[in-house]
């Protein structure tokens, strides 16, 4: 799992504390905000940058949900609690 990765649990969480009527976050709003994230990076090649890619080996290793949105799993925020105290 690299710093992208890590990038779209969060904007899954930051959303949920955002906007948390809604709690789930739509793809197309996720693809969104990847990319306006990201748009600076001049790290970042094409081949890194495949978002949906990236949601799917987040979702088959079980760190995202897809329930009417994307959500994060309870692996997934340990993963990302571990990920920030680590930065």
Do not use: C
Request: charged share 35%; glycine share 8%.
């Amino acid at each position: 799992m690299d710093r992208y990765d890590s990038l779209i649990l969060e904007i899954i969480q930051n959303y949920k504390q955002e906007s948390p009527e809604r709690k789930k976050i739509r793809l197309r709003k996720l693809e969104k905000l990847f990319w306006e994230a990201v748009e600076s990076d001049s790290e970042l090649s094409i081949g890194q940058g495949r978002v949906g890619e990236r949601i799917t080996k987040l979702y088959v290793n079980g760190l995202i949900e897809n329930k009417n949105g994307y959500g994060l799993t309870r692996k997934g925020r340990v993963q990302l609690s571990v990920l920030v105290e680590e930065e």
